[in-house]
């Protein structure tokens, strides 16, 4: 028996703008497949059309499949011996190819103008005829093409699609699928200036990099029954490399996923906020489920899981709560040390940390303690980089309803109290502070929370927040006792002339 060749697949983008989500899903499921089976994962840059090309997109692309940890094993900057990996490189292979296929009947070249085919195109549509090329060019003889191409007429060339053939192909997810050949154009393989057309540069490619396995979106099933008879028209039928077509990803709102609807970049999600190791896990569940109910998995994990037998043809949502939810859960995992980085330009951004030179060590113990509170009340790290504000800032206003509620006479003498007790720890920690707060409170009979929310409002402006003790502890006692007095002057201060309290809102 023979041995089954090793697995190679490969994710090939167009370089035409930003790494959308769903792109970086076919990337991770081509990545989990390769991974599974030990096998490789190469990238290909598929950059013939060059009316859509996007330069800046090349360095989005690979910066995004890094991020995300999909490195490939072989593609731009990693040779595996199959290169060039970008399209436009190998523009003499294609060009040979098609001329092979001329030679050997299965194309032709095609030297109708433009108008011509749009005027074909009109008269199909008059008589409500499906549309497509007449094949006029089909027939043409050798005499009258030699005159042409000697006389520097423009062509495309255009395969010759057989008639009436079943053309089938066993897709890993949906089953057999069957097209007739009779419903398909003679496409296009070679463009007037030379270049190739997707279809023959994809199948040359993948022939040419013993790509096994081609995973990618279900908007090129359609493509696939072309692609079938190109590997046929090459005599490359028998190692044809097998179909997965990966299930549509549609917005919560119904309609397919698109940046009108919010779907954005793989960047756009690492700038609002998103772990990668999040994206990675979410993306992954994203057709595909480990057939339990587990949801929060590492990559060792979800490779070893991974299966196209596990993948839906059904559309999966991008559900972008659930995503938030991962994240929460990546992020409270994360060691604090390492969100650091992503946190201090923002904070520096804000104007809360200076921003000149490197942070100092004072400053990163600092912001480690703030994040190792903070961590596991937020979704994103944008969310509590904005909802660190108390650590740096004194309260500018105070949450109008809990302000209401315990801003009065008896607050401030509340306030008045901890203040003396506070100023007399010297120790000014958590298990301290906790300490004198359980002695007020049983030597003045008041619960402890009549003393935590006044404390709470005066110190961080908002009824809600970490831990109040390890809060204050971080802030630390300057600040804090500054808070306060602050705050029973504020309680103090008569209504002013104008409307109500001055600085409290409506948060
Ligand atoms: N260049 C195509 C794209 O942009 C690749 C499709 C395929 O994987 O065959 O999606």
């Known amino acids: 028996m023979a041995v089954a060749p090793?697995?190679?697949?490969?994710?090939?983008?167009?370089?035409?703008?930003?790494l959308h989500v769903g792109g970086a899903r076919s990337a991770l499921f081509n990545y989990l497949f390769a991974r599974r089976f030990g096998g490789d994962f190469l990238l290909r840059i598929e950059d013939t059309d060059r009316s859509r090309f996007v330069e800046e997109s090349l360095t989005e692309i690979y910066d995004s499949l890094k991020w995300l940890g999909l490195n490939w094993d072989e593609g731009p900057g990693k040779d595996g011996g199959c290169g060039p990996y970008v399209q436009s490189e190998r523009l003499d292979i294609y060009g040979k190819m098609a001329a092979r296929l001329i030679d050997a009947g299965h194309a032709y070249r095609c030297f109708c103008t433009a108008e011509r085919l749009a005027e074909v195109r009109a008269g199909q549509e008059k008589n409500g005829e499906a549309t497509g090329y007449d094949r006029q060019c089909r027939g043409l003889p050798q005499s009258e093409v030699e005159r042409n191409v000697s006389g520097g007429a423009p062509f495309v060339i255009r395969l010759k699609i057989p008639a009436g053939r079943i053309v089938a192909f066993d897709d890993l997810i949906r089953g057999k699928i069957e097209y007739n050949s009779d419903v398909l154009d003679d496409f296009v393989l070679m463009k007037t200036d030379g270049f190739p057309t997707y279809h023959i540069a994809n199948v040359i490619d993948d022939h040419e990099m013993k790509i096994t396995h081609v995973l990618r979106g279900d908007?090129?099933?359609?493509?696939?029954?072309?692609?079938?008879?190109?590997?046929?028209?090459?005599?490359?039928?028998?190692?044809?490399?097998?179909?997965?077509?990966?299930?549509?990803?549609?917005?919560?709102?119904?309609?397919?996923?698109?940046k009108r609807k919010g779907a954005a970049s793989v960047m756009d999600y690492k700038r609002a906020g998103f772990l990668p190791e999040a994206l990675f896990n979410f993306l992954a569940l994203l057709g595909w489920a480990p057939g339990d109910d587990r949801e929060k998995m590492s990559v060792d994990e979800l490779i070893a899981a991974f299966s196209l037998s596990q993948v839906s043809p059904k559309a999966s949502v991008f559900d972008?709560?659930?995503?938030?939810?991962?994240?929460?859960?990546?992020?409270?995992?994360?060691?604090?040390?390492?969100?650091?980085?992503?946190?201090?330009?923002?904070?520096?951004?804000?104007?809360?940390?200076?921003?000149?030179?490197?942070?100092?060590?004072?400053?990163?113990?600092?912001?480690?303690?703030?994040?190792?509170?903070?961590?596991?009340?937020?979704?994103?790290?944008?969310?509590?980089a904005g909802a660190s504000e108390?650590?740096?800032?004194?309260?500018?206003?105070?949450?109008?309803?809990?302000?209401?509620?315990?801003?009065?006479?008896?607050?401030?003498?509340?306030?008045?109290?901890?203040?003396?007790?506070?100023?007399?720890?010297?120790?000014?920690?958590?298990?301290?502070?906790?300490?004198?707060?359980?002695?007020?409170?049983?030597?003045?009979?008041?619960?402890?929370?009549?003393?935590?929310?006044?404390?709470?409002?005066?110190?961080s402006g908002t009824s809600n927040g970490p831990g109040l003790y390890e809060m204050m502890e971080v802030i630390g006692k300057e600040n804090v006792l500054r808070r306060i007095s602050a705050a029973i002057n504020y309680i103090a201060q008569p209504l002013t002339k104008t409307e109500g309290h001055n600085g409290i809102t409506g948060k």
């Open 6 to 18: 090793k697995v190679r697949v490969r994710f090939a983008p167009s370089p035409t703008g930003y």
């Open 390 to 459: 108390c650590f740096f800032v004194d309260p500018a206003e105070y949450e109008e309803k809990s302000a209401k509620k315990c801003f009065n006479a008896e607050g401030a003498e509340r306030l008045s109290l901890l203040l003396k007790t506070l100023e007399g720890i010297d120790d000014f920690v958590h298990t301290k502070i906790e300490e004198s707060y359980r002695g007020i409170s049983e030597s003045h009979s008041i619960s402890i929370g009549g003393l935590i929310l006044p404390t709470r409002l005066a110190v």
């Open 320 to 384: 972008e709560k659930k995503l938030e939810w991962m994240n929460g859960l990546y992020m409270a995992e994360r060691p604090s040390e390492l969100l650091v980085d992503d946190i201090l330009p923002i904070w520096k951004e804000r104007g809360w940390v200076s921003s000149g030179s490197a942070p100092d060590r004072a400053l990163l113990e600092h912001a480690v303690r703030i994040i190792d509170l903070m961590k596991t009340r937020s979704r994103r790290i944008t969310e509590l």
């Open 219 to 258: 908007e090129w099933i359609s493509s696939t029954p072309k692609h079938v008879l190109l590997y046929e028209a090459f005599g490359w039928a028998d190692t044809m490399p097998a179909f997965a077509h990966l299930p549509v990803i549609l917005s919560p709102d119904g309609g397919k996923l698109s």
